[in-house]
Protein backbone atom coordinates (compact mmCIF):
# COMPACT_ATOMS: atom_id res chain seq x y z
CA UNK A 1 0.00 0.00 0.00
CA UNK A 2 0.85 3.31 -0.84
CA UNK A 3 2.27 5.41 2.26
CA UNK A 4 0.28 8.52 1.49
CA UNK A 5 -2.98 6.60 1.22
CA UNK A 6 -1.63 5.29 4.77
CA UNK A 7 -1.78 8.71 6.17
CA UNK A 8 -4.62 9.44 4.78
CA UNK A 9 -6.84 7.28 5.91
CA UNK A 10 -5.03 7.28 9.21
CA UNK A 11 -6.09 11.38 9.11
CA UNK A 12 -9.91 10.88 8.54
CA UNK A 13 -9.41 7.95 11.56
CA UNK A 14 -8.48 10.13 14.12
CA UNK A 15 -10.43 9.33 17.10
CA UNK A 16 -12.79 6.64 14.93
CA UNK A 17 -11.92 3.02 14.50
CA UNK A 18 -10.63 3.22 10.88
CA UNK A 19 -6.84 2.81 10.13
CA UNK A 20 -5.48 1.59 6.59
CA UNK A 21 -6.39 -2.05 5.98
CA UNK A 22 -8.17 -1.99 9.03
CA UNK A 23 -9.70 -4.83 8.10
CA UNK A 24 -6.34 -6.65 7.75
CA UNK A 25 -4.60 -8.37 10.23
CA UNK A 26 -6.41 -9.03 13.16
CA UNK A 27 -3.06 -9.51 15.50
CA UNK A 28 -0.93 -8.36 12.57
CA UNK A 29 0.87 -5.59 11.82
CA UNK A 30 -1.45 -2.74 10.69
CA UNK A 31 -3.73 -4.01 13.49
CA UNK A 32 -6.63 -1.53 14.54
CA UNK A 33 -9.37 -1.49 16.96
CA UNK A 34 -12.00 -2.65 13.97
CA UNK A 35 -14.58 -4.87 16.63
CA UNK A 36 -16.36 -6.51 13.74
CA UNK A 37 -19.75 -6.02 15.69
CA UNK A 38 -21.56 -4.22 13.10
CA UNK A 39 -24.66 -6.23 11.89
CA UNK A 40 -24.43 -7.39 8.56
CA UNK A 41 -26.35 -5.45 6.05
CA UNK A 42 -28.06 -7.90 3.75
CA UNK A 43 -29.67 -6.83 0.62
CA UNK A 44 -33.56 -6.27 0.50
CA UNK A 45 -35.46 -8.99 -1.60
CA UNK A 46 -36.50 -7.41 -4.60
CA UNK A 47 -39.02 -10.43 -6.01
CA UNK A 48 -41.27 -8.57 -8.64
CA UNK A 49 -44.91 -8.22 -9.49
CA UNK A 50 -46.62 -10.46 -11.78
CA UNK A 51 -48.19 -8.38 -14.58
CA UNK A 52 -49.45 -10.03 -18.11
CA UNK A 53 -47.06 -13.35 -17.43
CA UNK A 54 -44.30 -11.24 -16.91
CA UNK A 55 -42.13 -10.86 -13.53
CA UNK A 56 -41.60 -7.08 -13.21
CA UNK A 57 -39.00 -5.21 -11.58
CA UNK A 58 -38.43 -1.65 -10.92
CA UNK A 59 -35.23 -0.16 -10.25
CA UNK A 60 -33.69 3.70 -9.72
CA UNK A 61 -30.03 4.48 -10.34
CA UNK A 62 -29.36 7.12 -7.91
CA UNK A 63 -27.25 9.22 -5.73
CA UNK A 64 -27.33 8.33 -1.81
CA UNK A 65 -25.32 9.03 1.28
CA UNK A 66 -24.02 6.31 3.50
CA UNK A 67 -22.64 6.04 6.46
CA UNK A 68 -19.69 3.56 6.76
CA UNK A 69 -17.48 5.14 8.97
CA UNK A 70 -19.30 6.54 12.35
CA UNK A 71 -19.55 10.50 11.91
CA UNK A 72 -18.80 10.73 8.25
CA UNK A 73 -20.98 10.84 5.45
CA UNK A 74 -19.97 9.34 2.13
CA UNK A 75 -21.62 10.08 -1.35
CA UNK A 76 -22.62 6.70 -2.75
CA UNK A 77 -24.74 5.76 -5.67
CA UNK A 78 -27.10 2.97 -5.49
CA UNK A 79 -30.21 1.18 -6.70
CA UNK A 80 -33.47 1.62 -5.16
CA UNK A 81 -31.81 2.99 -2.29
CA UNK A 82 -27.91 4.64 -1.13
CA UNK A 83 -25.46 1.93 -2.11
CA UNK A 84 -25.69 -1.22 -4.12
CA UNK A 85 -28.58 -2.83 -4.93
CA UNK A 86 -31.69 -5.34 -4.10
CA UNK A 87 -31.31 -8.92 -4.84
CA UNK A 88 -33.64 -9.46 -7.69
CA UNK A 89 -35.35 -12.68 -7.26
CA UNK A 90 -36.76 -14.69 -10.66
CA UNK A 91 -37.02 -18.43 -11.76
CA UNK A 92 -35.99 -20.05 -14.77
CA UNK A 93 -38.75 -20.19 -16.94
CA UNK A 94 -40.04 -16.24 -16.15
CA UNK A 95 -40.44 -13.92 -18.60
CA UNK A 96 -38.63 -10.26 -16.56
CA UNK A 97 -39.37 -7.01 -17.34
CA UNK A 98 -37.05 -4.09 -15.86
CA UNK A 99 -37.49 -0.90 -15.91
CA UNK A 100 -33.99 1.00 -15.37
CA UNK A 101 -34.85 4.36 -14.29
CA UNK A 102 -31.78 6.88 -14.18
CA UNK A 103 -31.45 9.46 -11.39
CA UNK A 104 -27.73 9.94 -11.19
CA UNK A 105 -27.49 12.94 -13.41
CA UNK A 106 -24.68 11.76 -15.25
CA UNK A 107 -24.55 8.57 -18.47
CA UNK A 108 -25.06 5.00 -16.88
CA UNK A 109 -25.88 1.29 -18.30
CA UNK A 110 -26.88 -1.62 -16.15
CA UNK A 111 -25.15 -4.90 -17.05
CA UNK A 112 -27.07 -8.54 -16.19
CA UNK A 113 -23.85 -10.31 -15.26
CA UNK A 114 -24.34 -13.89 -16.13
CA UNK A 115 -27.62 -13.82 -17.29
CA UNK A 116 -27.91 -15.35 -20.85
CA UNK A 117 -30.15 -12.98 -22.88
CA UNK A 118 -29.46 -11.55 -26.13
CA UNK A 119 -26.96 -8.88 -26.93
CA UNK A 120 -30.12 -5.98 -27.10
CA UNK A 121 -30.55 -6.23 -23.65
CA UNK A 122 -27.01 -6.97 -22.28
CA UNK A 123 -26.90 -3.28 -20.81
CA UNK A 124 -23.17 -3.08 -22.33
CA UNK A 125 -21.42 0.16 -22.80
CA UNK A 126 -23.86 0.84 -26.30
CA UNK A 127 -26.80 0.73 -23.77
CA UNK A 128 -26.56 4.20 -22.22
CA UNK A 129 -29.42 5.08 -20.12
CA UNK A 130 -29.50 9.30 -20.20
CA UNK A 131 -29.55 10.65 -17.26
CA UNK A 132 -33.56 10.96 -16.37
CA UNK A 133 -34.35 8.22 -18.92
CA UNK A 134 -36.18 4.72 -18.40
CA UNK A 135 -34.38 1.65 -19.79
CA UNK A 136 -36.96 -1.12 -20.66
CA UNK A 137 -35.22 -4.71 -21.22
CA UNK A 138 -37.07 -7.91 -21.08
CA UNK A 139 -35.70 -11.64 -21.53
CA UNK A 140 -36.65 -14.90 -20.24
CA UNK A 141 -34.66 -16.57 -17.32
CA UNK A 142 -33.57 -19.91 -19.21
CA UNK A 143 -30.91 -20.79 -17.16
CA UNK A 144 -30.11 -22.47 -14.27
CA UNK A 145 -30.52 -21.77 -10.10
CA UNK A 146 -27.54 -19.34 -9.52
CA UNK A 147 -26.41 -16.40 -8.79
CA UNK A 148 -25.92 -13.73 -10.97
CA UNK A 149 -24.98 -10.23 -11.04
CA UNK A 150 -25.81 -6.67 -12.42
CA UNK A 151 -23.24 -3.57 -12.39
CA UNK A 152 -22.76 -0.28 -14.47
CA UNK A 153 -20.85 -1.12 -17.53
CA UNK A 154 -20.46 2.30 -18.59
CA UNK A 155 -17.44 3.34 -20.78
CA UNK A 156 -14.79 4.62 -19.30
CA UNK A 157 -16.78 4.62 -16.41
CA UNK A 158 -17.19 0.92 -14.73
CA UNK A 159 -14.76 0.87 -12.48
CA UNK A 160 -15.54 4.69 -10.83
CA UNK A 161 -19.52 3.70 -11.00
CA UNK A 162 -19.11 0.54 -9.50
CA UNK A 163 -17.01 1.56 -7.12
CA UNK A 164 -19.61 4.05 -5.93
CA UNK A 165 -21.98 1.42 -5.60
CA UNK A 166 -23.61 0.58 -8.94
CA UNK A 167 -24.11 -2.98 -8.28
CA UNK A 168 -26.45 -5.53 -6.84
CA UNK A 169 -27.49 -9.33 -6.79
CA UNK A 170 -29.55 -11.42 -9.36
CA UNK A 171 -30.63 -14.64 -7.96
CA UNK A 172 -32.23 -17.64 -9.76
CA UNK A 173 -33.98 -20.14 -8.41
CA UNK A 174 -35.60 -23.33 -10.39
CA UNK A 175 -37.29 -26.65 -9.04
CA UNK A 176 -34.41 -29.43 -9.46
CA UNK A 177 -32.13 -26.86 -6.66
CA UNK A 178 -35.29 -26.52 -4.75
CA UNK A 179 -35.77 -30.33 -4.05
CA UNK A 180 -31.87 -30.50 -2.64
CA UNK A 181 -32.69 -29.67 0.76
CA UNK A 182 -29.58 -26.55 0.68
CA UNK A 183 -29.90 -23.92 3.24
CA UNK A 184 -32.55 -21.27 1.88
CA UNK A 185 -34.19 -19.32 4.41
CA UNK A 186 -32.70 -15.79 2.78
CA UNK A 187 -31.30 -13.77 5.52
CA UNK A 188 -31.64 -16.64 8.09
CA UNK A 189 -29.15 -19.47 6.46
CA UNK A 190 -29.07 -18.61 3.02
CA UNK A 191 -26.71 -15.19 3.40
CA UNK A 192 -25.17 -13.40 0.35
CA UNK A 193 -21.82 -11.46 0.61
CA UNK A 194 -20.92 -8.83 -1.64
CA UNK A 195 -16.91 -8.10 -1.16
CA UNK A 196 -15.70 -5.20 -1.80
CA UNK A 197 -11.91 -3.04 -0.96
CA UNK A 198 -12.86 0.63 -0.67
CA UNK A 199 -10.51 3.62 0.10
CA UNK A 200 -11.81 6.83 1.69
CA UNK A 201 -10.60 10.54 1.84
CA UNK A 202 -10.03 12.32 4.32
CA UNK A 203 -13.87 13.79 4.02
CA UNK A 204 -15.21 10.70 4.16
CA UNK A 205 -15.60 10.67 0.60
CA UNK A 206 -15.06 7.39 -1.87
CA UNK A 207 -11.42 7.90 -2.59
CA UNK A 208 -11.32 6.68 -6.43
CA UNK A 209 -8.19 7.32 -7.97
CA UNK A 210 -7.66 6.06 -12.00
CA UNK A 211 -4.07 7.17 -12.85
CA UNK A 212 -1.53 5.22 -14.80
CA UNK A 213 -0.95 2.83 -11.56
CA UNK A 214 -4.58 2.01 -11.49
CA UNK A 215 -4.72 1.07 -14.67
CA UNK A 216 -1.61 -1.49 -14.59
CA UNK A 217 -2.51 -2.92 -11.54
CA UNK A 218 -6.13 -2.21 -11.13
CA UNK A 219 -7.64 -0.10 -7.90
CA UNK A 220 -6.78 -1.73 -4.59
CA UNK A 221 -8.93 -0.09 -1.43
CA UNK A 222 -7.80 -0.46 1.87
CA UNK A 223 -11.05 -0.91 3.85
CA UNK A 224 -13.23 -3.93 3.54
CA UNK A 225 -17.07 -3.86 2.56
CA UNK A 226 -19.45 -6.56 2.78
CA UNK A 227 -22.70 -6.11 1.45
CA UNK A 228 -21.69 -1.77 2.60
CA UNK A 229 -20.92 -2.81 5.84
CA UNK A 230 -17.68 -2.26 7.28
CA UNK A 231 -16.58 -4.39 10.37
CA UNK A 232 -19.20 -6.78 9.77
CA UNK A 233 -21.15 -8.91 12.40
CA UNK A 234 -23.16 -11.95 11.51
CA UNK A 235 -24.98 -13.88 14.60
CA UNK A 236 -26.81 -17.43 13.04
CA UNK A 237 -29.19 -19.31 15.01
CA UNK A 238 -28.63 -22.02 12.25
CA UNK A 239 -25.84 -24.50 12.22
CA UNK A 240 -25.55 -24.31 8.36
CA UNK A 241 -25.40 -21.83 6.64
CA UNK A 242 -24.71 -21.08 2.89
CA UNK A 243 -23.08 -18.32 1.46
CA UNK A 244 -23.62 -17.02 -2.07
CA UNK A 245 -20.57 -14.86 -2.55
CA UNK A 246 -19.74 -12.09 -5.19
CA UNK A 247 -16.36 -10.75 -5.63
CA UNK A 248 -17.81 -7.52 -6.17
CA UNK A 249 -14.23 -5.37 -5.98
CA UNK A 250 -12.79 -3.47 -8.95
CA UNK A 251 -9.43 -5.28 -8.64
CA UNK A 252 -9.18 -7.74 -5.48
CA UNK A 253 -8.17 -11.07 -5.42
CA UNK A 254 -9.29 -13.30 -2.34
CA UNK A 255 -8.18 -15.99 -1.26
CA UNK A 256 -11.02 -16.76 1.50
CA UNK A 257 -10.94 -19.28 4.27
CA UNK A 258 -11.83 -19.03 8.03
CA UNK A 259 -9.43 -18.34 10.14
CA UNK A 260 -9.56 -22.01 12.09
CA UNK A 261 -8.96 -23.51 8.53
CA UNK A 262 -11.93 -25.36 9.13
CA UNK A 263 -13.12 -27.51 6.04
CA UNK A 264 -16.01 -26.03 3.71
CA UNK A 265 -18.26 -27.01 0.82
CA UNK A 266 -18.72 -25.62 -2.61
CA UNK A 267 -21.95 -26.24 -3.93
CA UNK A 268 -21.74 -23.64 -6.92
CA UNK A 269 -19.66 -21.69 -8.97
CA UNK A 270 -20.88 -18.46 -11.33
CA UNK A 271 -23.43 -20.14 -13.13
CA UNK A 272 -25.08 -22.59 -11.26
CA UNK A 273 -24.70 -25.46 -8.89
CA UNK A 274 -21.69 -27.86 -8.97
CA UNK A 275 -22.01 -31.66 -10.11
CA UNK A 276 -21.36 -32.54 -6.32
CA UNK A 277 -20.29 -30.49 -3.27
CA UNK A 278 -16.20 -30.12 -3.59
CA UNK A 279 -14.73 -30.25 0.44
CA UNK A 280 -12.59 -27.37 0.71
CA UNK A 281 -10.27 -25.50 3.33
CA UNK A 282 -9.60 -22.33 0.76
CA UNK A 283 -11.07 -20.70 -2.24
CA UNK A 284 -9.85 -18.28 -4.74
CA UNK A 285 -12.17 -15.37 -5.86
CA UNK A 286 -10.97 -13.05 -8.53
CA UNK A 287 -13.34 -10.03 -9.43
CA UNK A 288 -16.51 -10.89 -11.08
CA UNK A 289 -16.18 -14.98 -9.63
CA UNK A 290 -19.31 -16.26 -7.71
CA UNK A 291 -19.20 -19.14 -5.54
CA UNK A 292 -21.71 -20.43 -2.89
CA UNK A 293 -20.09 -22.09 0.31
CA UNK A 294 -22.22 -24.27 2.67
CA UNK A 295 -20.32 -24.26 6.25
CA UNK A 296 -21.11 -25.67 9.76
CA UNK A 297 -20.78 -23.46 12.48
CA UNK A 298 -22.17 -24.90 15.90
CA UNK A 299 -23.31 -22.95 19.19
CA UNK A 300 -21.07 -21.02 20.88
CA UNK A 301 -18.64 -20.52 18.35
CA UNK A 302 -17.01 -17.61 17.01
CA UNK A 303 -15.09 -17.86 13.27
CA UNK A 304 -13.78 -14.99 10.73
CA UNK A 305 -14.06 -15.65 7.17
CA UNK A 306 -10.53 -14.08 6.23
CA UNK A 307 -8.52 -13.66 2.80
CA UNK A 308 -5.06 -15.87 3.31
CA UNK A 309 -1.71 -15.62 1.63
CA UNK A 310 -1.89 -17.56 -1.31
CA UNK A 311 1.27 -18.42 -3.68
CA UNK A 312 0.59 -18.12 -7.52
CA UNK A 313 1.62 -20.32 -10.22
CA UNK A 314 4.71 -18.43 -11.72
CA UNK A 315 4.69 -15.65 -9.57
CA UNK A 316 6.22 -14.77 -6.45
CA UNK A 317 4.95 -12.78 -3.78
CA UNK A 318 6.13 -9.46 -4.84
CA UNK A 319 4.18 -9.80 -7.86
CA UNK A 320 1.09 -10.89 -6.28
CA UNK A 321 0.97 -7.60 -4.39
CA UNK A 322 1.20 -5.64 -7.67
CA UNK A 323 -1.53 -7.70 -8.80
CA UNK A 324 -4.37 -7.27 -6.24
CA UNK A 325 -3.63 -10.54 -4.18
CA UNK A 326 -2.22 -9.68 -0.98
CA UNK A 327 0.70 -11.09 1.13
CA UNK A 328 -0.99 -10.72 4.44
CA UNK A 329 -4.16 -12.52 5.97
CA UNK A 330 -7.16 -10.26 6.96
CA UNK A 331 -10.24 -10.26 8.14
CA UNK A 332 -13.54 -10.06 6.55
CA UNK A 333 -16.75 -11.20 8.20
CA UNK A 334 -17.04 -11.76 11.65
CA UNK A 335 -19.71 -14.60 12.70
CA UNK A 336 -21.27 -16.15 15.97
CA UNK A 337 -23.63 -18.77 16.00
CA UNK A 338 -26.26 -19.63 18.88
CA UNK A 339 -27.37 -22.97 17.07
CA UNK A 340 -28.93 -25.41 18.84
CA UNK A 341 -29.59 -27.80 16.22
CA UNK A 342 -26.29 -29.34 16.19
CA UNK A 343 -27.45 -33.07 15.93
CA UNK A 344 -28.72 -34.80 13.49
CA UNK A 345 -27.50 -32.09 10.25
CA UNK A 346 -28.01 -34.29 7.02
CA UNK A 347 -25.19 -34.88 4.68
CA UNK A 348 -25.31 -32.66 1.53
CA UNK A 349 -26.63 -34.27 -1.39
CA UNK A 350 -24.35 -36.39 -3.47
CA UNK A 351 -24.99 -35.10 -6.39
CA UNK A 352 -26.54 -31.59 -7.03
CA UNK A 353 -26.44 -30.99 -10.52
CA UNK A 354 -26.32 -33.25 -14.03
CA UNK A 355 -23.80 -31.69 -16.24
CA UNK A 356 -22.82 -32.42 -19.40
CA UNK A 357 -19.46 -34.32 -19.43
CA UNK A 358 -16.48 -32.15 -20.51
CA UNK A 359 -15.27 -33.44 -24.00
CA UNK A 360 -12.42 -36.49 -23.06
CA UNK A 361 -10.95 -35.95 -26.67
CA UNK A 362 -9.21 -32.63 -27.04
CA UNK A 363 -11.29 -29.73 -29.35
CA UNK A 364 -9.19 -27.69 -31.81
CA UNK A 365 -9.09 -24.12 -30.82
CA UNK A 366 -11.94 -21.46 -32.48
CA UNK A 367 -10.03 -18.28 -31.19
CA UNK A 368 -7.19 -17.12 -28.97
CA UNK A 369 -6.85 -14.16 -26.88
CA UNK A 370 -3.43 -13.32 -26.30
CA UNK A 371 -3.34 -10.63 -22.67
CA UNK A 372 -0.59 -8.40 -22.62
CA UNK A 373 0.61 -5.30 -20.88
CA UNK A 374 2.39 -2.40 -22.96
CA UNK A 375 3.94 0.75 -21.35
CA UNK A 376 2.81 3.42 -21.77
CA UNK A 377 -0.92 1.63 -23.29
CA UNK A 378 -1.57 -0.75 -20.61
CA UNK A 379 -3.26 -4.28 -21.16
CA UNK A 380 -4.14 -5.68 -24.49
CA UNK A 381 -6.25 -8.08 -25.94
CA UNK A 382 -4.45 -9.49 -29.00
CA UNK A 383 -2.29 -6.17 -29.62
CA UNK A 384 -5.27 -3.73 -29.27
CA UNK A 385 -7.42 -1.72 -27.09
CA UNK A 386 -10.95 -1.34 -26.75
CA UNK A 387 -13.16 0.64 -29.76
CA UNK A 388 -16.71 0.73 -29.39
CA UNK A 389 -16.96 1.12 -33.35
CA UNK A 390 -14.61 -1.97 -34.27
CA UNK A 391 -16.48 -5.64 -34.01
CA UNK A 392 -13.53 -8.51 -33.03
CA UNK A 393 -14.96 -11.22 -33.89
CA UNK A 394 -17.69 -13.00 -35.68
CA UNK A 395 -19.45 -15.96 -33.74
CA UNK A 396 -22.30 -18.01 -35.72
CA UNK A 397 -25.44 -18.36 -33.73
CA UNK A 398 -25.94 -21.86 -31.97
CA UNK A 399 -21.92 -23.05 -32.56
CA UNK A 400 -20.08 -24.05 -29.68
CA UNK A 401 -16.66 -22.78 -29.56
CA UNK A 402 -13.24 -23.40 -27.80
CA UNK A 403 -11.62 -20.28 -26.84
CA UNK A 404 -8.07 -19.78 -25.59
CA UNK A 405 -7.11 -17.27 -23.18
CA UNK A 406 -3.01 -16.79 -22.78
CA UNK A 407 -1.59 -14.58 -20.43
CA UNK A 408 1.99 -13.40 -21.66
CA UNK A 409 1.20 -9.71 -19.03
CA UNK A 410 3.06 -10.13 -15.41
CA UNK A 411 -0.64 -9.86 -13.83
CA UNK A 412 -3.20 -12.30 -13.26
CA UNK A 413 -6.97 -10.72 -15.27
CA UNK A 414 -10.24 -12.39 -14.60
CA UNK A 415 -11.53 -12.46 -18.32
CA UNK A 416 -15.70 -12.52 -18.29
CA UNK A 417 -17.67 -13.45 -22.17
CA UNK A 418 -20.95 -11.86 -22.23
CA UNK A 419 -23.78 -13.83 -23.33
CA UNK A 420 -22.97 -17.17 -22.76
CA UNK A 421 -22.08 -19.83 -19.47
CA UNK A 422 -18.93 -21.43 -20.09
CA UNK A 423 -16.76 -24.66 -18.89
CA UNK A 424 -13.16 -24.26 -18.18
CA UNK A 425 -11.56 -26.90 -20.77
CA UNK A 426 -7.43 -27.20 -18.96
CA UNK A 427 -5.14 -24.17 -17.42
CA UNK A 428 -1.82 -24.91 -18.88
CA UNK A 429 -3.37 -28.35 -20.96
CA UNK A 430 -4.28 -29.45 -16.85
CA UNK A 431 -7.74 -30.51 -16.29
CA UNK A 432 -8.97 -27.46 -14.06
CA UNK A 433 -9.61 -28.45 -10.15
CA UNK A 434 -12.69 -29.89 -9.14
CA UNK A 435 -14.74 -26.45 -7.90
CA UNK A 436 -13.85 -25.24 -11.32
CA UNK A 437 -15.12 -27.95 -13.63
CA UNK A 438 -19.25 -26.08 -12.91
CA UNK A 439 -20.67 -23.77 -15.08
CA UNK A 440 -18.36 -20.71 -15.43
CA UNK A 441 -18.44 -16.77 -16.69
CA UNK A 442 -15.52 -15.08 -15.73
CA UNK A 443 -11.81 -16.91 -15.05
CA UNK A 444 -8.67 -15.84 -13.73
CA UNK A 445 -5.91 -16.39 -16.28
CA UNK A 446 -2.79 -16.41 -14.16
CA UNK A 447 0.44 -14.42 -15.90
CA UNK A 448 2.27 -16.84 -18.11
CA UNK A 449 -1.09 -18.90 -17.97
CA UNK A 450 -3.09 -20.46 -21.02
CA UNK A 451 -6.68 -21.54 -20.47
CA UNK A 452 -8.89 -23.12 -22.38
CA UNK A 453 -13.14 -22.59 -22.08
CA UNK A 454 -15.72 -24.19 -23.93
CA UNK A 455 -18.76 -22.38 -24.73
CA UNK A 456 -22.05 -22.55 -26.69
CA UNK A 457 -23.28 -19.22 -28.43
CA UNK A 458 -26.87 -19.84 -27.96
CA UNK A 459 -28.64 -16.17 -27.74
CA UNK A 460 -27.97 -13.25 -30.15
CA UNK A 461 -26.25 -10.41 -30.41
CA UNK A 462 -25.56 -7.92 -33.62
CA UNK A 463 -23.39 -5.60 -34.06
CA UNK A 464 -25.53 -2.86 -33.05
CA UNK A 465 -25.44 -4.58 -29.54
CA UNK A 466 -22.37 -7.15 -29.43
CA UNK A 467 -21.92 -9.25 -26.48
CA UNK A 468 -18.44 -7.80 -24.63
CA UNK A 469 -15.67 -10.05 -23.81
CA UNK A 470 -13.13 -8.37 -21.09
CA UNK A 471 -11.14 -8.39 -18.38
CA UNK A 472 -12.71 -7.71 -14.63
CA UNK A 473 -10.13 -5.94 -13.02
CA UNK A 474 -12.63 -2.73 -13.90
CA UNK A 475 -9.30 -0.10 -14.30
CA UNK A 476 -8.32 -3.17 -17.12
CA UNK A 477 -11.65 -2.83 -18.42
CA UNK A 478 -11.91 1.01 -18.75
CA UNK A 479 -8.52 1.43 -19.35
CA UNK A 480 -9.43 -0.87 -22.65
CA UNK A 481 -8.88 -4.16 -21.97
CA UNK A 482 -12.01 -5.26 -23.38
CA UNK A 483 -13.49 -6.30 -27.11
CA UNK A 484 -16.65 -7.40 -28.76
CA UNK A 485 -18.21 -9.65 -30.68
CA UNK A 486 -21.38 -10.71 -32.58
CA UNK A 487 -24.01 -13.98 -32.73
CA UNK A 488 -25.66 -14.12 -35.69
CA UNK A 489 -26.79 -16.31 -38.47
CA UNK A 490 -24.87 -17.28 -41.17
CA UNK A 491 -25.56 -14.68 -43.62
CU1 LIG B 1 -6.95 -7.56 -16.31
Redesign the pocket.
Known amino acids: MDRRTFLKVSALGAGVAIAPMMLLNRGGALAAPINFDAPLSVPPLLEGRIEQHKRVFELSLQNGSSEFVPGYQTPTFGINGAYLGPVIRARKGDRVAISVRNQLGEPSTLHWHGVKLPGDMDGGPHQVIAPGEIWRPEFMIDQPASMQWYHSHAWHRTGEQVFKGLAGLFIIDDDQSDGLGLPNEYGVDDIPLVLQDRSFNRDGSFRYVAGMHQRMA?LLGNVMLVNGTVGPHLHTSKTRTRFRILNGSN?RIYNLAFDDQRPFQQIASDGGLLAEPVTLSRIRLAPGERAELVVDIKGGEEVFLQHQPMSLPGGGMMMAMTAGIDAAAFDILRITSSATDVSGLPALPRRLATLPPLPSSPRGVSRQFV?DTQMMVG?TINGKQMNLQRIDHKVVLGEEEVWEFVNR?P?????HIHGVQFRVLSRNGHLPAKNEQGIKDTVLIHSDEVVRILASFDHPASSRFPYMFH???LE??DGG?MGQFTVEHLA
Open positions: GALSSMPHPMCHNHEM
